[in-house]
């Protein structure tokens, strides 16, 4: 069994951001990946239409000054394909590729407790053993497919948006197609399919709401402005509730007159894309606040659209805006001016079930050649529990978090020692721009790791007392908010049976840092630091038998 320092699961984003920085400290790290590629979820969503809805500048890591400048973003939103090219530009710069092991699916992780040393099994019985053990598996991997009755009989094509057939193009070309599902992922394919194929059909569940991506090319005195000033921005981003690049509005949309608010709500639309939530600080507060910035979405959204009867449709109605998740969209409502779009909403006419032709619902059948399932994810915790994680005295992660995740500061676990999962429940995480979550918390750990090496540490664990007061405080900050009045993945509410549970942390990237600080200054309090393994210890103490 080969050991190492730390094994990283996982190799996106964050899993090689933790290779390069704990490399970078002298550890010998090994990143496992599932899948035969790097980039996590950007590997895996190809779909057509694909793309980042934080800005490129800010959707990039900050770590390396001679990175940021080097490389050029030709888009504001960058596209799945150039993100992944960044993405392999980096593991080649840093020379990571030679620590990563692909096509190696954790199975099981099992902490030893008299060693204080976790065990790593793959696919195949394969085995590592690692001091560190640091999930990077994302928040959004475990694909969420439904079972229609009839659903294996069709005979046309079924796929998932995150399962993206790889070296193909497919060809909608004269094909007759559904996408069920009206996500980020639903709405950024529709109008990229619907300009190819003969007919497209979107079956929609709840209409969402979505802000124009206004995308737009890099142009060269735009990329010589950010890049004279990154610093300034990076300090921006990591300094505001959700990690995004631009200054935030200190108002109320409450104190301003009707015609100003709408002077300010313009120019976001044109502008800030997923940042319009931040056009006014209490936009994800306040509810009075909420239905100003709604109700304009609502007239821009209706706006575009030709039918009437699809506008009553499309426009979301029901929830706050941004409770759930809102999409940014480069041309989503317009394609439904297209005589070849056609909308199944299927809370008016449920689907019934699959046919061997393709879908019946309650108002009729509608025959397809391909069926897209954009049908989200099993969030946060749905990576996290595929595997069998074994901490102490043969307890699994998943039966820890029976009734929902617990962790101190949303990177550690008790029961779990020298466990860290990076943007995991109890963390930023989906609520910011996660790539400033990511490397926040990677160097913090890094920190940690550094604090364990000059002190002669071995073992470091969350204490269940600070857990308790982290998750009280993660629920205290969501009543705060609005995130709580309507079922979401925020929530555990897109599975059924999960733990209702607020999973991430409202309190900002800038509050999370804090508190991430503050633990490191108070000597990691929250954490037992042992120079012994508790279970050593605890044996040593015992009374010897005779
Ligand atoms: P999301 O945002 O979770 O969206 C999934 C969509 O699929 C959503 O509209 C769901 O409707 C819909 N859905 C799920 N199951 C069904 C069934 N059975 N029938 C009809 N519709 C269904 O995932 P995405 O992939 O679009 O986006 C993921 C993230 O990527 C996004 O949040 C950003 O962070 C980027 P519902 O709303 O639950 O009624």
Known sequence: MQEVDAIVIGAGFAG?????????????????????????????NQYPGARCDVESYDYSYSFSPELEQDWRWSERYATQPEILRYINHVADRFDLRKDIVLNARMTEARYDEQAARWTITAEGGRQWSAHYFVMCVGQLSTTKTPDYPGQSGFKGRIIHSAVWPRNETI???????????????GMQMTPVIARQAAHLTVFQRTPNFSVPASNAPVSDEEDRQVKAHYRERRERAWNSPTGLG????????????????EKV???????????????????????????????????????????????????????????????????????????NVELAYVKESPIVEFTPEG???????????????????????????????????????????????????GVSVSDFPNMLIVVGPGSPSLLSNVMVS?????????????????????????????????VAHVNERARETLYLTTDSYYNGAEVKGKARVFMPYSGGVRGYRRHLRECAEQGYSGFALRKTPAARAAKAEAPQAV
């Not at 010998?28 to 590997?43: C, I």
């Not at 940042?275 to 509810?287: K, P, Q, R, T, V």
């Open 246 to 261: 631009f200054a935030v509005n200190r108002q109320s949309a409450l104190e301003v007159s009707p015609e100003e608010r």
């Open 359 to 409: 879908i019946r619902t309650t108002a009729k059948l509608h025959a397809f050649d391909v069926i897209i399932f954009a049908t989200g994810f099993d969030a946060f915790t749905g990576s996290l529990f595929k595997p069998s994680i074994v901490g102490r005295s043969g307890i699994t992660l998943r039966q820890k978090w029976e009734d929902g995740p617990v962790t101190q500061l």
């Open 171 to 185: 060809d909608f070309t004269g094909k007759r197609v559904a996408i069920i599902g009206t996500g980020s992922s």
């Open 16 to 44: 090689l951001r933790a290779l390069h920085t704990l490399r970078g400290q002298g550890k010998r790290v090994l990143v496992l990946e599932a899948s035969d590629g790097l980039g996590g979820v950007w590997y895996h």
């Open 265 to 339: 709500y313009e120019a976001a639309w044109h502008r800030l894309g997923f940042g319009f939530a931040l056009a006014y600080h209490d936009i994800l507060i306040n509810a009075e606040a909420n239905e100003t910035a709604a109700e304009f979405i609502r007239r821009k959204i209706a706006s575009v659209i030709d039918k009437p009867e699809l506008r009553e449709k499309l426009v979301p109605r029901g929830h706050h805006f941004a409770a759930r998740r809102p999409s940014v969209d480069s041309g989503y409502f317009q394609a439904f001016n297209q005589d």
């Open 438 to 470: 990511i490397e926040e918390q990677i160097d913090w750990l890094a920190a940690l790791i550094k604090t364990m090496d000059a002190q002669g540490i071995v073992e470091f664990e969350a204490e269940p007392e600070a857990e308790r007061a982290w």
